[in-house]
């Protein structure tokens, strides 16, 4: 694998792999707005602090935050804030999939609202499946939108 993908993939995986983490995307996030020490990710996370630190860490191995002894704290910050841009990249990728979803449920006469609102991912098949049994869920969507609906 090395010598077909070579270092540049590997690199690139493990950044991603880095912040391929509920908690480390939260932390992430909240560096971008400003510094902050374990303590107070600690509190926000809702995990205890060697588990923050590990994550802390990981992001710091990453190369995607630095830390600052101050006294007898150490205060973390995002050493690339230019990361959000890729975490905005990836809201459209989730938005345009939403998007997706809503055009398959329109086509197959489902509306969330007539679910409460509360159609997910994995429902759709299934929907466009009882539907139009031989079609599956993309045919449905893209006849949906040849027809205009």
């Known amino acids: ?61 990453a190369g995607l935050v630095a830390d600052e002894k101050r006294g007898n704290s150490i205060f973390y910050h995002l050493r690339v804030p230019c990361i959000m841009q890729f975490i905005g990249c990836v809201e459209e990728v989730l938005s345009s999939n939403a998007q997706e979803h809503i055009e398959i449920l329109k086509c197959c006469g489902a509306h969330p609202s007539e679910a409460g609102g509360s159609f997910r991912k994995h429902d759709i098949p299934r929907i466009a499946e009882r ?15 040849r027809n205009g609906e």
């Open 1 to 61: 694998m090395k010598s077909r993908l070579g270092t540049q993939h590997e690199a690139r995986a493990k950044i991603i792999k880095a912040i391929a983490h509920p908690s480390r995307l939260f932390i992430i996030e909240e560096l971008n707005k400003k510094e902050r020490c374990v303590g107070e990710l600690t509190e926000m996370i809702g995990a205890d602090a060697s588990t923050v630190s590990k994550h802390l860490t990981v992001l710091k191995n």
């Open 131 to 145: 539907i139009h049994p031989r079609a599956g869920a993309r045919n449905v969507l893209q006849r949906g939108k």
